[in-house]
């Protein structure tokens, strides 16, 4: 039976010793940014204490692994921040 666990944009599914850690953010490419980041350390570590798991494959969903950076999220932030003092 397969276990599924949801952290935020990330997938984590347990097939008998094996997680499957997935980035689910097709609609970006995967592309880390918006909490993405974040939510794989919290899936991997998930992954990582459970006894159960002897391998962890991490993919992601749609036709694109990971696109790397968020450009349009990093932007963003540098924009909100150049009214700072």
């Known amino acids: 039976p397969t276990e599924r666990q949801v952290f935020g944009k990330v997938l984590l599914e347990r097939e008998g010793a094996v997680s499957i850690v997935t980035l689910n953010r097709p609609e970006r490419r995967n592309a880390l940014g918006e909490g993405l980041r ?10 990582d204490a459970d006894s159960a798991t002897r391998a962890i494959i991490l993919t992601g969903a749609g036709n694109c692994f990971c696109a790397g950076g968020d450009l ?11 009214g700072r003092p």
């Open 72 to 82: 349009k999220w990093i932007l963003a932030g540098l924009e909100s921040d150049q």
């Open 38 to 47: 974040e939510d794989l350390v919290e899936a991997t570590a998930a992954a």
